[in-house]
């Protein structure tokens, strides 16, 4: 197991990807950070929390090979161990799929609870992807959390919305009502952050975001082109060769460790015109 | 050869098709099962399938293994069953 120094496999860690709105990448970056930290040796499982729109599976590239479902492990249908699904790039990965079919009120409290405690007992990081919005499915996925990032897009609503749900972290979760009990620590993982239209002040800036949100800053990760060819193949971006968005996670993942990583904010290499000639597959 | 593929820049990138041919075969499989977007009989299958076997040989629930594979021309549904008692040699039936 390659840790950093001074950091030990926590037994079992809950990190909710959340953010209110839709849209702003919590899939890519639950995908991402779940297979930054499995890259690193880290026993890690993701689990899709959207019941009636999954998407984790297209994203993870295990679509095809869906069983039996998070919701099936909540109603006793099926063994959690036979719901997992192995990550057939890295083997300290694995997937919970969620269910198509179900209604989101399948996902009750206690179902969650028992699952994430068993899974527990098996991993050292949980990621819980979030669904949009703030009702019943983005609750449950963040109510037994330990910790949040929330993925926010350098504009009005997206930042709106991280506020909502750093309130709902605050207040709503299991840690909140728990007295005594350390609160959800959140962080901000800023995600399509575009240094030219920072530059030409069409974009909030990176302290503008925190100094709204005033939570502490996990990553940011640069608008890329990279984003999408993953997803169009199914791979999170972190294993899909080199791009300034993978460095960017890479970096975010080290952080969530407790590494310590230089803030560095990489934007997509402009083409030259040599490039713009002889033209490169991106 | 790029000088020239400038020209016809058009076309689809690679993953871009790959991206359709996933989309695909995985909406052709969730159309097909008229409405309800998945399959839901494979809790009820793997029920009755160790119940049949319960009435010969004792396995537990956990002693089942279901594997599905999706594809185009043809899926596959793997069921590995654990028999308590078999030699170590043979210990998994199919």
Known sequence: ?282 | MSLFSFARRKRPTPSAQTAKDRLQILLAHERGTGGSPEADYLPMLQRDIVAAIRKHVPIGDEDVEVRMERGDQMSSLEINIELPGAPPSGAKGR
């Open chain 1, 1 to 282: 197991m390659t840790t950093e120094s001074g950091t030990k496999p926590p037994l079992g860690r809950v990190i909710v990807v959340t953010s209110g709105k839709g849209g702003v990448g919590k899939t890519t970056s639950s995908a991402a950070i779940s297979a930054g930290l499995a890259k690193q040796g880290f026993r890690t499982v993701v689990i899709d929390f959207d019941v009636g729109l999954r998407n984790l599976d297209m994203t993870m590239g295990c679509e095809r090979r869906v069983v039996f479902d998070f919701i099936n492990v909540i109603q006793g249908d099926a063994k959690l161990k036979q719901a997992l699904i192995k990550d057939k790039r890295l083997d300290t990965l694995s997937i919970l799929p969620t269910s198509q079919t179900r209604d989101k009120d399948a996902l009750t409290r206690e179902g969650v609870e028992k699952v994430l405690t068993e899974l527990k007992t098996e991993f050292d990081y949980i990621i819980c992807d979030s669904p949009a919005g703030i009702e019943h499915g983005a609750q449950m996925a963040m109510h037994f959390a330990d910790e949040a990032v929330v993925v926010t897009n350098p504009e009005v609503s997206s930042v709106r919305d991280s506020d909502r749900i750093l309130g709902l972290l605050g207040s709503q979760t299991h840690r909140a009502a728990t007295d005594g009990a350390e609160p959800v620590k959140a962080q901000v993982l800023i995600t399509r952050y575009d240094q030219e239209r920072v530059e030409r002040g069409e974009m909030m800036t990176v302290e503008d975001v925190l100094e709204i949100l005033a939570v502490p800053l996990l990553g940011v990760v640069p608008e890329s082109k990279a984003v999408l060819k993953a997803s169009n193949v199914g791979t999170p971006v972190v294993l899909d060769g080199p791009s300034a968005a993978a460095q960017a996670y890479e970096d975010a993942v080290s952080r969530l460790i407790g590494g310590s990583v230089e803030m560095r904010i990489a934007s997509e290499p402009r083409p030259g015109l040599l490039q713009r000639l002889f033209g490169r597959a991106s």
